[in-house]
């Protein structure tokens, strides 16, 4: 697949974003619009050091797509909706150009998917997922399923995936 997106921060904190974007591939085509909030912070400072001050903070991602077939699927969905809230305690500190960034967090999601297939009627697959991410200085490691309290049946086995990701503007 090939992908692309743009998102716009709002604020001088960068908690408000809006963005959209693109995959094309041989599975099905996708564009979509997504908004939503990120690191907001729920509590006062629950602790304040030279790293930064621990906190409990909020996000939320909203996001719509309107999928075409592709050279794979003949039968995908016309539109496809995502929910995702998460919550995440971690250390956050300020860089030079005033970003907030965490040292170090514990983040943890549900995600709702309407689902881009559909069954032999039409019918769309909704998906759950569960997330956790765990960030220390410029590494961060995210793992997800589908096995969320069973409520997914599509499929006779757990969908799993994981990422690395390191941020090389933080080195």
Known sequence: MIDASITKWFFSNKTVFLGGGFSLGTIYQEQFLR???RRFQITPDLYRGDWGDVSVRMSGL???SVLENGAVL???KPTSHLLQPALAIGQYNMSE???LYPTWEVEFSATWDSGIFVNGVGESRKQFFW???FTAGPV???TWNDSLG???KSDFG???GATLTIDLFRM
């Open 35 to 37: 908004a939503g909030i």
């Open 62 to 64: 909203g996001r719509v």
């Open 74 to 76: 003949h039968q995908v």
């Open 97 to 99: 150009h005033g970003e």
């Open 131 to 133: 997330s956790a991410a």
């Open 140 to 142: 961060r490691f995210e």
């Open 150 to 152: 069973n409520i997914s």
């Open 158 to 160: 757990p969908t799993y």
